[in-house]
């Protein structure tokens, strides 16, 4: 373990940035906890008693359609009232010192883009619960659109356009990852020469590939994360400091 402080740690990780021209930034539910999101998969987790909602019972049971509809409103609410904190606002000031190609997140609140990061250098590999879109041919609904559709009709909503059915634009369990985000986080993975992780675990895969993937081709490893995690013995620092302690003295 890294008993730095946060200024040492910080000392240590500028060092690092300033000898990089393409940082990745992975993030996980640590770096939203730090703004009052709570990990929906913690013990303590909004889900954790209940079941999550597969995505084949999605398609083909509209009361299912309706309780992931019931359950996806709550959260939105949560991700709004909101605000990105240190980490998040971070990662800006490096996106706009030209140093941060993406940041790659398991989160789905929407936060990053908020904080003021480019919408195009964001790559939600779990996709995004504050938007919604149809399952057939993509056109995006608003959750306010979705709400007040079902409040009227009794029903979920269906596309507008093509009839298909409209869900909340996260990858639910059991639903195919994004393929087409999924490469290129992997590309621009291979490609950086620093990749940090802020408040992941690294146990999910295919996402967890990730930070081996940069090692493999040479980055260094920087791993910030409430606990420790099985990549630690790659990293070239590794801290369970709290993301933003740090994170507010990357200038
Ligand atoms: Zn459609």
């Not at 910080?10 to 021209?21: G, M």
């Not at 910030?224 to 995690?229: A, F, G, K, M, Q």
Request: net charge negative; glycine share 8%.
């Amino acid at each position: 373990m890294n008993f730095n402080s946060p200024v040492q740690l910080a000392q240590q990780l500028l060092e690092l940035i300033d000898h990089s021209d393409h940082i990745v930034a992975f993030t996980g539910a640590g770096i939203s906890t730090e703004s009052g999101i709570p990990d929906f998969r913690s013990p303590n987790g909004l889900w954790a008693k209940m079941d999550p909602i597969m995505f084949d019972d999605f398609v083909a049971d509209e009361d299912t359609r309706l309780e992931d509809w019931r359950r996806r409103f709550i959260q939105n609410e949560e991700f709004l009232a909101a605000e990105a904190n240190e980490g998040h606002k971070a990662l800006v000031r490096l996106e706009k010192r030209g140093k941060l190609d993406c940041t790659i997140t398991q989160n789905i609140d929407g936060l990053h883009q908020r904080s003021g990061q480019n919408p195009d250098k964001v790559i939600e590999i779990h996709g995004n619960g504050t938007v919604a879109s149809c399952l057939d041919c993509g056109a995006e609904m608003t959750l306010a659109e979705a709400k007040r559709h079902i409040e009227e009709t009794g029903h979920s909503p269906l596309c507008p356009h093509c009839g298909g059915l409209v869900k909340t634009s996260i990858i639910n369990f059991g639903q195919a990852m994004p393929e087409e985000k999924m490469m290129r986080a992997m590309r621009l993975s291979g490609d950086c020469d620093l990749f940090i992780v802020l408040g992941s675990s690294l146990v999910v895969y295919p996402a967890a590939g990730l930070p081996q993937i940069a090692k493999q081709h040479g980055a260094k490893l920087v791993i910030i994360n409430r606990d420790s995690t099985p990549l630690d013995e790659l990293a070239d620092m590794t801290s369970q400091q709290e993301i933003g302690s740090i994170m507010k003295l990357i200038a």
